[in-house]
């Protein structure tokens, strides 16, 4: 992270924009359209909130982690992409039956659109 908190908001505003930059570049009206709420949603909480330093770190490290994904890079060793994988099952394990068909739509709306990409 920066020195000083100019600096550290400046990058957080440059992360922002790259996340939304890349919604817009590769992902489809629909999911583009939920996950730039999302985005919006978790940055501004996260600016109005009492983040600590620790925590900043964190989150600007999992969103660049997402900017990778996006990008199509390789960003996690075998031991986080395991571990990842078992967040992961955990979460969809916790989630609602509404919100367990939305992940399944989103998710056959990403093969939709990844089959007809060349």
């Known amino acids: 992270m920066a020195s000083s908190p100019r600096q550290a908001a400046a990058q957080i505003i440059s992360l922002y924009r790259e996340v939304l930059k890349l919604h817009r570049e590769r992902l489809p009206p629909p ?19 009492k983040t600590t330093m620790s925590q900043w770190t964190q989150f600007v490290n999992e969103w660049r982690g997402y900017l990778a994904t996006l990008r199509g890079e390789e960003h996690t060793t075998p031991t986080n ?14 989630l609602s039956e ?5 992940v399944e739509m989103l998710h056959k709306e990403l093969e939709t659109k990844n089959e007809t990409t060349p």
């Open 31 to 49: 999911v583009r359209d939920l996950g730039d709420s999302y985005v919006r949603a978790e940055f501004r909480s996260h600016l109005r909130g």
């Open 98 to 102: 509404d919100q367990r068909k939305r």
């Open 81 to 94: 992409a395991n571990v990842s994988a078992e967040l992961m099952t955990g979460v969809y394990d916790s």
